[in-house]
């Protein structure tokens, strides 16, 4: 705790941007007022997020950890100044949170540091007053890990063997797959309900565990063999697929907006897995992590579609090259919360968002400059306000949402109802390319329904060409093609300054901006709906204009049909599907298929034997009928954790 690493106590409330240091040690302990406080500190803030009070504590941290490098009494002097200003006061929070987590656990982090030169009425006012707040009712995921944790700082204050024996053993509970909170049988990450919480929450309980991991390693505290492996196997198949060139996906970091968030995220978990690497030399390959590394990293593969289809996400990646996502929810996925202050204007982030990327900057602290009624890869009434309590409160009511995959391609699907809007909406990922069609839109107003290509920063230039006989139209930029495949859509441009408001996202971050963000150029790319109730377009990265010219003439990807019945493309030898009612699909002159129950299908004759991927959105159905040409066979569904997997099956 002693050590300036990135296992010190404090770095886990600093990657949620709830805390930033603006001195070291030595400038917090100069500008230390003689009451034992901090003049720039409100310490009366009523806040629920980034409750600035916290900061003091923290900030004795610091402290804590300079005296301990000079030694210097006035430090020391410095440091029970400050305790006695906390304890004297023993500042609440509205979020409970404060309270029973960030406080206890701040709190004894600094009487660890201090030792023996605590004295009696620091260590009182942790037992007496804080002590008792620890214990939460039913905690569950990383607020159970928390409460443990908290539980064995306190053991080790008091020399209590068995409590610290007690309190890891309890927090080890917590490292298990389950359909619960915490590791998800898809290794995503879910807390408060079935909630993609990957950056928020998944992090800090990777960030907790790899501490107590290394303080325990070697003793009889330690984690077992297969609970280690559970938390490896995390990193591995879940959190560093949300990275792209040291940037963590906006869609999959909760509700924490802020700036610089997206790489903060990234150089924490480069960190953690640094440590997992330490642990694993035989397997560093498996926790490398897109945008990090060295030489010895050259050889590491990070490419495929992963499918986390608990959580309603899924990533095409290939490391330093592109990064595709797309994240839905509906009645089995809950769309990530808007509370304490924070994702104020989220309400469609989780409505089909499909987020590409190439340099992995597009997207970086884009959030204050955003127009949030217009997300890529949504469809939404624009006249609708994102920060609205209704809006914000609605969700998608339709059950048919769901994912197939075979680990190099995938397909994420999304019957759309929310707010009187109806559309069916799929995503095809197939190598650099992402498909997107629509059918079946509908609202109370369509001349006010867009549906967004894309809204990234402006890079010039921006180059159009309308369709020919021999040729899509397209647009292209910032090296990304767009191709749009049917006749009926128009997209439209729109390059505008927008200026910063961090406070609009959040509540709590800086209402100034840093020089020079004041304003940004962003570009978006629209389908309005007022005419055609369907949309086709794709997205292919990493193109020259010429690449991007050539392709419009002979695009790889063929639409076969888009209605509200059915969705599919054929590209790449392989035929991807969404069927929401049973059904026939042509896919070439030599292939017919057929299914008599709604599913996702993808299908490839790669030998003499057809492979064929199917998964069930709806989650009710036992089995689903496949035939090929009219030979047919009856396809058992993944059942109980599994429900909504893919299961491959050769014809």
């Not at 089909?352 to 949504?378: C, F």
Request: net charge positive.
């Amino acid at each position: 705790m002693l050590s300036d690493t990135a296992y010190a106590s404090e770095r886990s409330y600093q990657l949620s941007g709830d805390i930033t240091y603006t001195k070291d040690g030595a400038g917090y302990y100069a500008s230390l007022t003689p009451e034992g406080a901090w003049p720039d500190i409100d310490y009366q803030s009523t806040l629920s997020n980034a409750w600035p009070p916290s900061w003091h504590l923290y900030r004795l941290l610091l402290v804590a950890r300079q005296y301990h490098r000079n030694h210097d009494p006035r430090y020391l002097a410095a440091l029970h100044r400050g305790l006695t200003y906390w304890t004297s006061h023993d500042f609440r929070c509205p979020n409970w949170w404060q309270n029973q987590i960030n406080t206890p656990f701040a709190y004894s982090s600094l009487l660890l540091m201090l030792g023996a030169e605590a004295n009696a009425q620091e260590r009182a006012f942790l037992d007496d007053v804080l002590r008792p707040r620890i214990a939460q009712k039913n905690p569950t995921g990383q607020n159970k890990i928390w409460q443990h944790d908290i539980e064995a700082r306190v053991a080790l204050l008091h020399d209590d063997a068995a409590g610290l024996a007690q309190a890891l053993t309890n927090m080890a509970t917590v490292i298990e797959v389950t359909t619960g909170e915490g590791i998800q049988p898809d290794y995503s990450f879910q807390q408060h309900g079935a909630m993609l919480q990957f950056g928020n929450y998944g992090l800090h309980f990777v960030n907790s565990l790899l501490f107590w991991l290394a303080v325990t390693e070697g003793t009889s505290y330690a984690f077992t063999p297969q609970k280690q492996r559970i938390l490896f196997d995390y990193c591995a198949n879940g959190l560093r697929w949300t990275v792209f060139r040291g940037r963590m996906d906006m869609t999959t970091r909760g509700r924490q907006l802020r700036a610089g968030a997206d790489t903060k995220r990234g150089q924490v978990l480069y960190d953690d897995l640094r440590l997992v690497r330490a642990l694993n030399p035989a397997q560093a390959c498996r926790y490398f992590l897109d945008g990090f590394g060295g030489p010895a990293d050259a050889a590491c593969q990070l490419q495929g579609n992963q499918n986390f289809w608990r959580s309603g996400y899924q990533v095409q990646m290939a490391r330093g090259q592109y990064f595709m996502s797309v994240k839905t929810h509906g009645p089995f996925v809950k769309k990530i919360e808007s509370i304490n202050g924070e994702n104020l204007l989220g309400a469609y982030l989780n409505d089909g968002v499909s987020l590409v990327q190439r340099t992995g900057r597009e997207y970086h602290d884009i959030e204050a400059y955003w127009n949030w009624a217009m997300l890529p890869g949504t469809t939404a009434d624009t006249t609708l306000a994102p920060g609205d309590a209704q809006v914000l409160k609605s969700s998608n009511e339709a059950a048919f949402v769901g994912q197939v995959s075979d680990g190099i391609a995938g397909l994420s699907t999304m019957a759309y109802d929310r707010l009187g809007l109806q559309a069916r909406k799929s995503y095809f990922m197939v190598g650099n390319t992402l498909v997107a069609l629509g059918a079946g839109i509908t609202g109370k107003d369509p001349k006010n329904v867009v549906t967004t290509v894309n809204q990234t920063y402006y890079q010039a230039p921006l180059l159009s060409a309308e369709a020919t006989s021999s040729s899509l139209r397209w647009l292209w930029h910032d090296s990304i093609g767009y191709f749009f495949l049917s006749p009926g859509n128009q997209p439209k441009t729109l390059v505008q300054a927008r200026k910063s408001n961090w406070p609009a996202v959040d509540v709590a971050s800086l209402v100034v901006p840093p020089a020079g963000t004041e304003s940004r150029k962003t570009c978006t790319i629209m389908l309005p709906q007022s005419k055609t109730s369907d949309y086709a377009y794709a997205v292919q990265i990493g193109l020259s204009q010429k690449q991007t010219r050539d392709a419009a003439r002979r695009f790889p990807a063929q639409v076969l049909a888009n209605t509200r019945a059915i969705q599919a493309i054929f590209f790449n030898n392989q035929v991807l599907a969404a069927f929401y009612q049973p059904g026939k699909l042509r896919a070439s002159a030599t292939v017919s298929i057929g299914v008599d129950s709604p599913c996702l299908l993808m299908y490839k004759r790669a030998t003499s034997q057809a492979e064929v991927w199917v998964a069930d959105p709806t989650r009710t159905l036992r089995s689903v009928k496949v035939s090929i040409n009219g030979a047919s066979r009856t396809v058992a569904l993944p059942q109980n954790d599994l429900l909504g997997s893919s299961v491959k099956v050769r014809l």
